[in-house]
């Protein structure tokens, strides 16, 4: 045996395994760089015919052609082959990311169970709670108010509990589809901001001045209300009113230069 | 600004129906110069200027606006039917249609 003692050939096996790891995850990390790069431009694209797509069947045929084989299974792949790492989060935020560009709901719960199941003390739990709200498919709602409950339940980060408070009480208060129970969990929700956030920063305002505002929101600004008209200048100096277009479907953008 | 093409064909292609797109320009962002920066980027459309005295920043307020994009879309009565935090893709334009589909059966 001499100077190869069972403890020094293990010590060096596990040396040597450190510096494997690292090497297959970096990989992983870069396959889904190119990945999530290129799902950027399809999905662009995607969006640009979706636009000019006049009916149903024509967005259906667009659907059918995106190039879903190329990324789903390679994006699970990752996932397995990096289990437990952000790595993993993120390819199963890209398959998410499919699953709402395409309408497939099923890949869609699937992608979120394994995501709040699995890294709900990640991060990335953070961009998950945004994306579910930002940009999100109507369809997505009660799905993504079951995944906000549970980061908002089980996350370790105090700015990302304070986000996902914010997104579920906006989510469950405003979207008919939860009902006068959305509302209350809302109220619940607003009241707990208030309780713990008052006079703190709360994503960028006072928790009393957020509650103040989801509330208005909630109460004056539903689908099915009167817009509550208003009073402005236009970029000519000329006074106007909203309801000045009663009679004409108007679509009403807040925005600014960036 | 990144769905400034969109709205630009959009506001191009329904020039001719019962349609108006509204903005309502607010302090993210720079507001200084917003007259000629509108023209400099071929912003043809009405903007109401949520900035400077009296009304600075009334609007978004009142809306309870934390960030944008933000879509309202109202039918033909002014009542809300449809409302977006981000870019709301491809729901936007059948949305549209469907509204513009009510204003012309509506009118018959």
């Given at each position: 045996m001499g100077n190869r003692s069972p403890f020094r050939v293990a010590a060096t096996l596990l040396f040597l395994l450190s510096l494997a790891v690292p090497a297959a995850a970096q990989a992983e990390a870069q396959r889904l760089q190119a990945l999530e790069q290129r799902f950027a431009e399809e999905r662009a694209q995607f969006l640009e015919f979706a636009r000019q797509a006049r009916t149903p069947e024509e967005r259906a045929e667009l659907a059918a052609a995106f190039p879903r084989e190329e990324f789903v299974p390679a994006l699970e792949a990752i996932a397995t082959a990096a289990r437990g790492t952000d790595v993993a989060a993120r390819a199963w935020l890209g398959v998410l990311r499919v699953g709402a560009l395409l309408d497939e709901r099923e890949l869609f719960a699937r992608a979120l169970e394994r995501l709040v199941g699995e890294h709900a003390d990640s991060t990335l739990m953070g961009?998950?709670?945004?994306?579910?709200?930002?940009?999100?498919?109507?369809?997505?709602?009660?799905?993504?108010?079951?995944?906000?409950?549970?980061?908002?339940?089980?996350?370790?980060?105090?700015?990302?509990?304070?986000?996902?408070?914010?997104?579920?009480?906006?989510?469950?208060?405003?979207?008919?589809?939860?009902?006068a129970e959305g509302r209350a969990e809302a109220e619940q929700l607003l009241a707990r901001i208030e309780r713990e956030h008052g006079t703190a920063d709360f994503i960028g305002m006072t928790g009393a001045e957020f509650a103040a505002g989801a509330r208005h929101e909630i109460t004056q600004l539903r689908v099915g209300q009167v817009a509550p008209d208003f009073e402005a200048s236009d970029e000519t100096g000329t006074r106007f009113q909203l309801s000045d277009y009663r009679g004409q479907v108007v679509l009403l953008d807040f925005w600014g230069f960036v | 600004m990144g769905l400034l093409p969109q709205k630009k064909a959009l506001v191009e292609r329904l020039e001719d129906e019962p349609f108006?797109?509204?903005?309502?320009?607010?302090?993210?962002?720079?507001?200084?110069?917003?007259?000629?920066?509108?023209?400099?980027?071929?912003?043809?459309?009405?903007?109401?200027?949520?900035?400077?005295?009296?009304?600075?920043?009334?609007?978004?307020?009142?809306?309870?606006?934390?960030?944008?994009?933000?879509?309202?879309?109202?039918?033909?009565?002014?009542?809300?039917?449809?409302?977006?935090?981000?870019?709301?893709?491809?729901?936007?334009?059948?949305?549209?249609?469907?509204?513009?589909a009510e204003a012309r059966a509506a009118a018959k």
């Open positions: 961009n998950l709670a945004l994306e579910l709200v930002y940009g999100a498919p109507a369809w997505s709602a009660r799905p993504a108010a079951e995944a906000l409950r549970t980061i908002l339940a089980k996350t370790p980060h105090a700015d990302i509990r304070a986000g996902a408070l914010a997104e579920l009480a906006l989510l469950v208060g405003l979207d008919d589809a939860f009902g | 108006r797109f509204l903005g309502v320009l607010g302090r993210e962002g720079d507001p200084a110069d917003f007259r000629a920066r509108l023209k400099q980027h071929g912003i043809t459309w009405r903007n109401a200027l949520d900035l400077g005295e009296p009304a600075d920043g009334v609007l978004w307020a009142r809306w309870a606006v934390r960030g944008f994009p933000q879509f309202y879309l109202l039918d033909a009565s002014g009542v809300i039917r449809q409302r977006w935090f981000g870019d709301p893709g491809a729901e936007l334009e059948p949305a549209i249609e469907a509204l513009l």
